[in-house]
């Protein structure tokens, strides 16, 4: 049976592996600590990629473009996310201690790449003004079916302020999620719930959560959440919409 939770180590080389494209996720998950002038490059022969800037002040090269991104705080500043197709050169420069998340899966499709910037990013207020707004977030999507059918993938951030709940009222969906969680204070902390089971969410933790259960979060007050979510489409189903689950639907006229 794959993890379903779990906070790794980086390794000597700065990479923290989450999941492989070989388990019940189908995506290969890794975030990337860059020391201050430090080089990567990123491509795959068969895969997509999503490239994430979390943290840091780095500059993005691919096609014949560049561009810097600076975020220093992932709480409060906007995101950079570069999504590209298989077989694209992506060459990242960090000019200060950066770390940026690649999510890939395999896709055959050859599309153009998009750079998602906090200019044109999504970005959706939900559950204002319910539950006393005990779980009201900000959600970012830098893309998902709608907006990039040509992909297999999907991805965004939430925050979630302190002591808040999200992915909430409790919902699920066939295909495979990934959450990797951050907060601003290393020791914050909470808890997820995946259908019965719960973890204690930590700075730098994930969750992999299988289709067809519920997955609600919460985190402690004083602890402002932030976290990556993460879907891969299955080949006929792709993910469209959240199915709540019936037990608690009635919060939705709240």
Known sequence: MDEMFGTPQFDEGGVQLLTRDTSSMMMNIAVYKFAPHQERVFMSEDEECALLLIQGNVQFE????????????????G?????????????????????????????????????????????ETFGKNQFDGKAERTV??????????????????????QGGWSS??????????V??????KPQGFGAC??????????????CA???????????????????VWMIRHFDDAPWKDRIFD?????LLEQ
């Open 62 to 77: 691919w096609d014949g473009q560049v561009q810097r991104a600076v975020r220093g705080n992932f709480i409060n500043d």
């Open 79 to 123: 995101a950079w996310c570069l999504h590209v197709c298989k077989g694209t050169r992506v060459k990242i420069t960090a000019e200060t201690e950066s770390e940026v998340l690649v999510q890939a899966t395999k896709n055959s499709r050859a599309f153009d790449a998009t750079l998602y910037t906090p200019e044109n990013c999504g970005e």
């Open 140 to 161: 970012r999507t830098f893309f998902d079916y709608s907006s990039a059918p040509h992909s297999n993938m999907v991805i965004g951030e939430i925050v979630v302020p």
């Open 168 to 177: 909430y009222p409790p919902h699920m969906h066939p295909q495979p999620e």
């Open 179 to 184: 959450y990797y969680y951050r907060f601003e």
């Open 193 to 206: 719930f995946i259908g019965e089971d719960v973890f204690k969410i930590r700075d730098r933790s994930y």
């Open 209 to 227: 959560i299988p289709g067809g259960v519920t997955h609600p979060q919460v985190n402690a007050p004083g602890y402002p959440l932030f976290y």
């Open 246 to 250: 019936s037990e608690h639907t009635w």
